[in-house]
């Protein structure tokens, strides 16, 4: 086994032949980096080499591609998976719009509940006169059903104008009304 002070003797005759071969040599070219590795190898007792950095590196390259192809092949699976789901959201989106009542729909709607208070409102007036005018014989069956219609009457009336409340609300949603 050789000394350090030998390896060092030695070292120094090969950079003396290289740097007598020229500055463009092919073989000065080959050992660059190497003369570093060999004076800290001396000094610290190592055992490194180019081509261990070389392999080392080539590995590390081989790995990082396997890496970048699942990657790459994972980010390819996440947009199909991310285009199927938004073409199932639109799908649903679809579906639900054709559900919705539309400002025009709910304008219609309020109409024929308007029309269908103020139907029952005339009803209404109707049977408070039936009423007034059975009030003398209240034990008569006229004034008994007149008085059981109006009742019946206000109670629809009620109904129609809490529909109309929705309806108005939906509407100032929309910013129709």
């Given at each position: 086994?050789?000394?350090?002070?030998?390896?060092?003797?030695?070292?120094?005759?090969?950079?003396?032949?290289?740097?007598?071969?020229?500055?463009?040599?092919?073989i000065g070219t080959a050992f660059e980096?190497?003369?570093?590795?060999?004076?800290?190898?001396?000094?610290?007792?190592?055992?490194?080499?180019?081509?261990?950095?070389?392999?080392?590196?080539?590995?590390?390259?081989?790995?990082?591609?396997?890496?970048?192809?699942?990657?790459?092949?994972?980010?390819?699976?996440?947009?199909?998976?991310?285009?199927?789901?938004?073409?199932?959201?639109?799908?649903?989106?679809?579906?639900?719009?054709?559900?919705?009542?539309?400002?025009?729909?709910?304008?219609?709607?309020?109409?024929?509940?308007?029309?269908?208070?103020?139907?029952?409102?005339?009803?209404?007036?109707?049977?408070a006169e039936t009423i007034v005018l059975?009030?003398?014989?209240?034990?008569?069956?006229?004034?008994?059903?007149?008085?059981?219609?109006?009742?019946?009457?206000?109670?629809?009336?009620?109904?129609?104008?809490?529909?109309?409340?929705?309806?108005?609300?939906?509407?100032?949603?929309?910013?129709?009304?």
């Amino acid at each position: 086994m050789t000394t350090k002070e030998q390896e060092r003797k030695a070292l120094d005759q090969i950079k003396k032949i290289i740097a007598s071969l020229g500055e463009n040599s092919y073989i000065g070219t080959a050992f660059e980096g190497c003369i570093e590795d060999a004076e800290y190898n001396i000094e610290n007792d190592f055992a490194c080499s180019m081509k261990q950095r070389v392999e080392s590196a080539e590995k590390r390259a081989a790995t990082l591609e396997l890496e970048n192809r699942d990657l790459r092949l994972a980010i390819k699976a996440a947009k199909e998976s991310a285009s199927a789901k938004q073409s199932e959201l639109e799908e649903k989106n679809r579906e639900l719009a054709s559900r919705i009542l539309g400002p025009d729909d709910l304008c219609d709607f309020r109409q024929m509940v308007e029309s269908e208070i103020d139907a029952t409102e005339e009803n209404m007036r109707q049977s408070a006169e039936t009423i007034v005018l059975m009030a003398e014989t209240p034990t008569d069956i006229s004034f008994t059903n007149a008085v059981r219609i109006n009742r019946s009457l206000k109670s629809k009336k009620e109904y129609l104008e809490g529909i109309k409340a929705r309806i108005l609300k939906a509407e100032a949603y929309f910013g129709t009304k």
